[in-house]
T-cell receptor, first 111, second 112 residues
Framework: QQQVKQSPQSLIVQKGGISIINCAYENTAFDYFPWYQQFPGKGPALLIA?????SEKKEGRFTISFNKSAKQFSLHIMDSQPGDSATYFCAASIESNQFYFGTGTSLTVIP | ETGVTQTPRHLVMGMTNKKSLKCEQHLGHNAMYWYKQSAKKPLELMFV???????ENNSVPSRFSPECPNSSHLFLHLHTLQPEDSALYLC???????????FGPGTRLTVT
């Protein structure tokens, strides 16, 4: 059973547009929700993360929106740029050693 | 060297070979991880080491054997692998589980 479901699998956005990637989870014990960005030939890099006691977190053009009651969280990339083209992974963890990742979203930003 | 490094970057091995993957972190972290990344699948956590002690083994086949001689180095010993083990193997480290994991570039493994 997949612990974290991510959608869409791929996304194409025009430069300057908003990219939105969604994730859903079932286990209410999850207490840490990071997003990772991965470029070809590189390992994932932590982009932004949120705890369930906060509904939104913003860092530059990247925002996480968190809906605890719906068990969903999403990544919004404002003013998307071609350099944002990468694969994005959501994840969820329980404060010990259990980590679960989504299947990834391939984002392409068209100039 | 900075961050998390992995060697080799690419490895092709036969099903009867024995090889090892190496990971080194230069961040002073106390936890290290091995992940398997296959196309169209979620990243799979394989092993977690905290303060050089293994704390998690997610039912990984015994043909994968980890070793953590100190807090900066992590190895993954491979033997009698199967073609379905072909994947990108990622190492990561963090200061205290599970926060802010830093990933290496991975080793692309092909089993023939």
């Amino acid at each position: 059973q997949q612990q974290v479901k991510q959608s869409p699998q791929s996304l194409i956005v025009q430069k300057g547009g908003i990219s939105i990637i969604n994730c859903a989870y079932e286990n209410t014990a999850f207490d840490y929700f990071p997003w990772y960005q991965q470029f070809p030939g590189k390992g994932p890099a932590l982009l932004i993360a949120i705890r369930p006691d906060v509904s939104e977190k913003k860092e530059g053009r990247f925002t996480i929106s968190f809906n605890k009651s719906a068990k969903q969280f999403s990544l919004h990339i404002m003013d998307s740029q071609p350099g944002d083209s990468a694969t994005y992974f959501c994840a969820a963890s329980i404060e010990s050693n259990q980590f679960y990742f989504g299947t990834g979203t391939s984002l392409t930003v068209i100039p | 060297e900075t961050g998390v490094t992995q060697t080799p970057r690419h490895l092709v091995m036969g099903m009867t070979n024995k090889k090892s993957l190496k990971c080194e972190q230069h961040l002073g972290h106390n936890a290290m991880y091995w992940y398997k990344q296959s196309a169209k699948k979620p990243l799979e956590l394989m092993f977690v080491y905290s303060l050089e002690e293994r704390v998690e083994n997610n039912s990984v086949p015994s043909r994968f054997s980890p070793e953590c001689p100190n807090s900066s180095h992590l190895f993954l010993h491979l033997h009698t692998l199967q073609p379905e083990d072909s994947a990108l193997y990622l190492c990561a480290s963090s200061q205290d589980i599970p926060f802010q994991q830093y990933f290496g570039p991975g080793t692309r493994l092909t089993v023939t």
